[in-house]
């Protein structure tokens, strides 16, 4: 039974990173900046129900992780950077995103205005994309965690 919190917790991790990596930053932008065949504003629309559906996948997986920190990975540090994880998954989904896709709802894009609108949509797309880097690098932080416990040698 040791080898099932290793795997549920390899699992969740591999599905926040996928999430964060191939949803929010390649998906996503690549979506909202296909101007080519579609109107600016129409392509953001479509992308945001992606980017909720992301930020869902990567909470649950965290809030997994927090669950298996301490049983899988046994270091006291893997719960605290799991419950940041959490913490910030949780405040990009819940406050971040939403307020964000409001801001950018209020914006023609063709036109850029108006401005003050655009200025606070881009502040709360680059809010969105600190939390973004912070939770990739509490992410990282347990793969290497992981790493580092199954390298260490065990008991005999």
Same mark, same amino acid.
């Given at each position: 039974?040791?080898?099932?919190? $290793? #795997?549920?917790?390899?699992? @969740? =991790?591999?599905?926040?990173?996928?999430?964060?990596? %191939?949803? /929010?930053?390649?998906?996503?932008?690549?979506?909202?900046?296909? !101007?080519?065949?579609?109107?600016?504003?129409?392509?953001?629309?479509?992308?945001?129900?992606?980017? #909720?559906?992301?930020?869902?996948?990567?909470?649950?997986?965290?809030?997994? #992780?927090?669950? =298996? @920190?301490?049983?899988?990975?046994? /270091? !006291?540090?893997?719960?605290?950077?799991? =419950?940041?994880?959490?913490?910030?998954?949780?405040?990009?989904?819940?406050?971040?995103?939403?307020?964000?896709?409001?801001?950018?709802?209020? %914006?023609?894009? %063709?036109?850029?205005?108006?401005?003050?609108?655009?200025?606070?949509?881009?502040?709360?797309?680059? !809010? /969105?994309?600190?939390?973004?880097?912070?939770?990739? %690098?509490?992410?990282?932080? =347990?793969?290497?965690? $992981? !790493?580092?416990?199954?390298?260490?040698?065990?008991? $005999?």
């Amino acid at each position: 039974m040791r080898s099932l919190p $290793a #795997l549920l917790g390899t699992l @969740a =991790l591999a599905l926040a990173l996928g999430s964060l990596v %191939v949803g /929010h930053l390649l998906l996503i932008p690549a979506l909202a900046g296909n !101007t080519d065949l579609i109107d600016a504003n129409l392509a953001r629309t479509l992308a945001e129900p992606l980017a #909720l559906e992301c930020a869902t996948l990567i909470g649950f997986a965290c809030v997994v #992780l927090a669950g =298996l @920190a301490k049983p899988w990975l046994k /270091h !006291t540090l893997a719960l605290s950077v799991s =419950l940041v994880a959490v913490a910030i998954a949780a405040l990009d989904r819940l406050a971040l995103l939403p307020r964000m896709q409001a801001a950018w709802s209020r %914006v023609d894009l %063709v036109a850029g205005r108006p401005v003050e609108r655009v200025r606070e949509a881009e502040q709360l797309q680059q !809010t /969105h994309e600190i939390a973004l880097i912070l939770l990739l %690098v509490a992410l990282v932080s =347990l793969v290497v965690l $992981a !790493t580092w416990q199954r390298a260490k040698p065990s008991p $005999a």
